[in-house]
């Protein structure tokens, strides 16, 4: 989840794609890269989110990282600057934030939908085509079921929430029964 922390990063980082300085989708994949290898090798992760070593040394894992791994040169210059400030733990956030804006800028929004099943992929085009009405951009869908919803889905689109499983509607009949 990402917070008041990561907008300035996320910030500074659209206003570089906005002005041609940072090919966004390289960046994210760079991004990607860096952790998979964290996840690879957790030694990486504790390495350069140890406050007790150095940031010299640290810096200079991430130099190796980039090389070694084909990184641009403006995403080692951002994972310098991340370590620099102390921010390395926030990466995966940052990440989130930068992606959020670069969505919105673009007219797009990212979507966390859960289903009661497995829908079908005109049934996920058809919600995902709703939605964008509803929210006036364009909804990428992330799918995922969850029996617990019983029968249709719950998305969740930013801070907004469509409730249209069939537990949402007991739930809110159960309140509304208690009200009276």
């Excluded at 010299?56 to 791994?69: F, H, Y």
């Excluded at 797009?108 to 929210?135: C, G, H, N």
């Amino acid at each position: 989840m990402h917070t008041a922390l990561d907008q300035p990063y996320a910030v500074a980082l659209l206003e570089l794609a906005q002005a041609g300085q940072l090919d966004a989708a390289g960046f994210l994949r760079d991004l990607d890269t860096v952790r998979a290898w964290q996840r690879q090798v957790p030694a990486l992760r504790q390495i350069l989110e140890n406050p007790a070593l150095p940031l010299r040394e640290k810096a200079g894992v991430i130099r190796q990282l980039s090389q070694a791994a084909g990184l641009a040169a403006l995403t080692r210059n951002f994972l310098l600057v991340l370590n620099a400030r102390g921010r390395w733990p926030r990466l995966e956030n940052i990440q989130g934030a930068f992606e959020d804006a670069w969505r919105a800028a673009s007219g797009r929004v990212r979507a966390q939908i859960m289903t009661a099943r497995e829908w079908s992929a005109p049934e996920r085009q058809q919600l995902a085509a709703r939605l964008s009405q509803l929210q006036g951009l364009q909804v990428e869908g992330e799918f995922h079921s969850d029996a617990s919803l019983l029968a249709g889905f719950r998305a969740r689109v930013g801070d907004t929430v469509y409730d249209g499983s069939l537990r949402g509607q007991l739930e809110r009949m159960r309140r509304h029964l208690q009200a009276l």
